[in-house]
């Protein structure tokens, strides 16, 4: 696997380029990141290969290995920390969406979760842009309804920052995460109790 992760970060790059993200990265910091997971106890990297060539990955650790930034909203919304499998992205080259790749790596990461075991929900944070945005390309297709078919729901009450520079910032500056929820287990017929649509 580590000799996978620069071309996971050269896919991150590219990927989280295009909006909504508009991400400016660079393969050294992504390089670090990813070893976030692939250092992690129980974490998962799930990989989609063309032949050799890397076209999609998606990665989730539990909660309790996963950045303060994405860790503490919980606490603090009453949901135990430790008790949430995070999701970090699911991400994959234009050319290779639409072909049910997004939908495995889902399955994966969830079946991944449910051999570990302990988790009374799994997350995964999106940005949030606002509906006029000008950068908004014509044929931007929101997630939200393929989320919501995985049996996620936006939960607007849950939401963190992270910083990344986006195209054409000098700087690194904040950007709204809100989080998805699927309850597991004992909540799964219940996501009204800590939320709804």
Avoid at 20 to 36: A, I, V
Avoid at 85 to 101: D, N, T, V
Wanted: hydrophobic share 40%.
């Amino acid at each position: 696997m580590i000799a996978k992760l620069p071309a996971v970060a050269a896919l991150r790059i590219a990927v989280f380029r295009e909006y909504p993200y508009l991400y400016d990265g660079d393969n050294k910091y992504e390089t670090r990141y990813l070893h976030t997971y692939s250092e992690s106890p129980d974490s998962i990297i799930v990989l989609a290969t063309d032949g050799e060539e890397v076209v999609g990955a998606s990665t989730a650790v539990p909660m309790r290995h996963a950045p303060d930034e994405a860790r503490e909203p919980f606490a603090a919304f009453g949901i135990n920390p430790d008790r949430v499998f995070y999701l970090g992205e699911s991400i994959l080259y234009p050319q290779y969406r639409g072909r049910g790749i997004g939908s495995r790596f889902f399955e994966e990461r969830e079946r991944h979760a449910a051999r570990l075991g302990g988790f009374d929900y799994h997350a995964f944070c999106a940005v949030e842009r606002p509906h006029d945005d000008p950068r908004r390309p014509m044929d931007f297709r929101s997630l939200h309804a393929f989320w919501n078919r995985k049996g996620y729901y936006r939960e607007p009450r849950l939401y963190t920052s992270f910083y990344w520079r986006e195209i054409g910032e000098a700087r690194e500056s904040p950007k709204p995460m809100v989080f998805w929820l699927k309850p597991v287990g004992a909540n799964a017929a219940a996501p009204a109790a800590v939320g709804a649509n």
